[in-house]
């Protein structure tokens, strides 16, 4: 079980990374133009 919800919690972490990179590269775009 803890091998598991550290998973779900690695997966859950890289998602939100992501989608903070994602935004910070939309403000950037609209900063550029």
Request: proline letters at 0%.
């Amino acid at each position: 079980l803890t091998t598991r919800t550290m998973n779900v919690n690695a997966g859950h972490e890289r998602t939100s990374k992501a989608r903070i990179i994602h935004q910070i590269q939309l403000i950037r775009g609209i900063t550029h133009y």
